[in-house]
């Protein structure tokens, strides 16, 4: 038989049963490293690719910047104050994603499909395959991929090189990503007359900014961020304090030429997404599973990379960090290039991979499928409120406690400190979010407003009611919460 005739034989397979799914999940992303949403200068063909043929959200955003929260949010369609996974695990305790807590990956296991888990877990017992994953699971966290691949024989690393920076040396054939791809890949094909449902979950381009296209960009031709001079005046204290003011001053922010070295190296990291992106829907078309399979692109939260003179992530809620790519492919169902203006929130991620593959929604999700939204974009391409707001949360980041409830609406985002100074930014007018309008009188009524959103939202989903709210206020510049 020859190769027109199997992936005929094979696509009229995959036509009468039920969608694949395949997730592909990167790690502290910016919006801005990707082509399809701007950038002129990087290169990133395969996931314009996946943008081209599907739809691209241009609003989407986290319930969280950090890893381990907004990972178990994503999976289980629950704010972070929900599923008992606020901070990210260290060396003196165990956090981990609760089996009382039902993911995606425990409904797709539920109506039989091959559920199989390969990269990046980061919510516990990384050892351990869990909440449904149990047809395939490859998972290392920090440095345990590279002391895999010195047991295996497969590198061997210098003394010289620190432990943590021991990802950036390897050459791209042995680099995490294209190890977990190929593991993916196997599987995929491995399943192929089945129903699966796989998760591919990279951790670039998170820090260390090293790795094996370090020299791809000429840091030259890189431009750096607008509001990178910010003073941070009239902002929390907790920024001007924070280990990503810290971290950006190490890397050399104050001297141009080494920052855009920086940059460079993180849209190094990007090229070797987007390079086994490639290999990932190359898979897929070879074995004429590409029409009947949901592709989703997204990423856990964003990086600052410079923006407001800070680098990596928190504690605070700009827009590089809590406003993140997301592409959803499925040929037949979704138009090509559609692009949605419409907030929409990660807790909405679930619902949709599970709504599109026919299956019940748990009522234990409280996210929405984006079904119906990307259904009235390609009706009539007018703009669409699918969201009045969207919040996320942050409590605790290189153990520096802070919490922060935050909503973000079409205009204005407004973030709530506790202990700390009011956040409130006209996103119309000020993008860059250097211009902190909380601290003048003139706003009150607005301020207020968007207090009462956050106070609505927490009454909801972390049970405290306004006056618990008031009892628990601290701020410098706009005491009390909503007198």
């Not at 070879?286 to 989703?296: A, C, F, H, P, Y």
Request: net charge negative; aromatic share 10%.
């Amino acid at each position: 038989m020859d190769y027109e005739v199997s992936a005929r034989i094979a696509n009229d397979y995959q036509e009468s049963k039920r969608p694949n799914v395949l997730l592909i999940l990167t790690d502290q992303q910016q919006c801005n490293t990707i082509g399809a949403y701007g950038n002129r200068i990087i290169n990133t063909s395969n996931i314009d690719r996946l943008a081209s043929e599907g739809v691209l959200f241009e609003r989407a955003y986290t319930t969280c910047p950090l890893c381990a929260p907004a990972r178990a949010s994503l999976f289980s369609s629950l704010p972070i104050s929900c599923t008992g996974l606020p901070a990210n695990d260290d060396d003196a305790r165990m956090i981990t994603l609760s089996d009382q807590i039902t993911t995606i990956g425990d409904v797709f296991n539920s109506e039989s499909y091959k559920c199989g888990y390969f990269g990046k877990w980061h919510m516990g017992r990384d050892g351990t395959p869990q909440h449904g994953f149990t047809d395939g699971w490859f998972v290392h966290l920090r440095n345990s991929y590279e002391n895999w691949l010195e047991r295996t024989n497969r590198y061997t690393f210098s003394d010289a090189v620190k432990s943590y920076d021991r990802r950036g040396v390897v050459p791209f054939e042995l680099a995490h990503d294209t190890e977990v791809t190929s593991q993916a890949i196997q599987f995929i094909e491995g399943h192929a007359e089945e129903n699966f449902f796989c998760v591919c979950s990279m951790r670039a381009p998170h820090d260390p900014y090293i790795g094996p296209f370090d020299d791809l960009y000429r840091p030259e031709d890189i431009p750096l961020p607008a509001n990178i001079d910010d003073d941070l005046a009239a902002k929390p204290l907790s920024q001007r304090n924070s280990f990503a003011r810290g971290f950006a001053k190490r890397h050399n922010i104050d001297d141009p030429t080494a920052f855009r070295k920086v940059i460079a190296g993180y849209w190094g990291l990007v090229h070797l997404i987007d390079q086994n992106v490639g290999r990932l829907l190359d898979s897929l078309e070879s074995r004429g599973l590409d029409q009947n399979t949901i592709v989703m692109f997204a990423v856990d939260h964003g990086e600052m990379m410079g923006a407001h003179g800070l680098l990596a992530k928190g504690p605070f809620m700009y827009e590089e960090t809590t406003h993140v790519p997301l592409i959803v492919r499925f040929p037949g169902k979704i138009h090509k290039g559609v692009r949605i203006n419409s907030l929409v929130s990660m807790l909405d991620y679930a619902p949709t991979l599970i709504d599109y593959s026919e299956l019940h929604v748990p009522d234990s999700m409280r996210g929405r499928s984006l079904r119906s939204l990307i259904d009235q974009y390609q009706d009539n391409k007018k703009p669409i409120y699918w969201r009045e707001a969207v919040f996320t949360e942050l409590y605790e980041i290189y153990t520096q406690r802070c919490p922060i409830w935050s909503v973000t609406t079409d205009r204005w985002k407004y973030s709530y400190y506790f202990g700390d100074t009011d956040e409130l930014y006209d996103l119309h007018e000020d993008p860059g979010e250097l211009k902190n309008l909380a601290p003048d009188p003139g706003n009150r009524n607005l301020l207020y407003e968007m207090r009462q959103r956050v106070a609505d939202w927490a009454e909801i989903n972390v049970g405290l009611s306004q006056s618990d709210l008031v009892r628990m206020a601290g701020h410098t510049v706009t005491p009390g919460i909503f007198q």
